[in-house]
């Protein structure tokens, strides 16, 4: 395996089977993100201890696409995948909004 094995895996050549997000796909990923209770904590192990963390519990996100196969610590890929899932279905509801209040500003001047 090469020495940049883990940046190689996010190339095109790396993947199979790839399949892009619908936009309601991406809405129901961005959805799933809301859910998560975010929590500040203190760890048991006193060399992590002195000072407050902010996170989400695995516990509390079960099969959850932010949290490796194993279910032991966090995928940061898949969780920063889900983020940019959650704000491009926010530009997106973000888009039609302002396109919707452009049309009642304009039959409100019309009349």
Do not use: C
């Not at 959805?31 to 992590?48: H, N, Q, T």
């Not at 940019?84 to 926010?90: E, G």
């Amino acid at each position: 395996m090469s020495p940049n094995w883990l940046i190689e895996l996010v190339y095109h050549r790396a993947k199979k089977n790839i399949l892009y997000l619908s936009e309601a796909e991406r809405q129901r990923v961005a959805e799933d993100l809301a859910r998560f209770k975010l929590a500040s904590y203190e760890y048991r192990d006193p060399a992590l201890g002195g000072r407050r963390y902010l996170g989400f519990i695995i516990e509390d996100v079960p099969g959850s696409l932010a949290v490796d196969r194993d279910g032991t610590m966090v995928d940061l890929y898949g969780y920063t995948s889900m983020l940019v899932a959650a704000v491009q279905a926010q530009g997106e509801a973000l888009a039609k909004l302002q396109s919707e209040l452009a049309q009642v500003k304009r039959k409100l001047r019309v009349k």
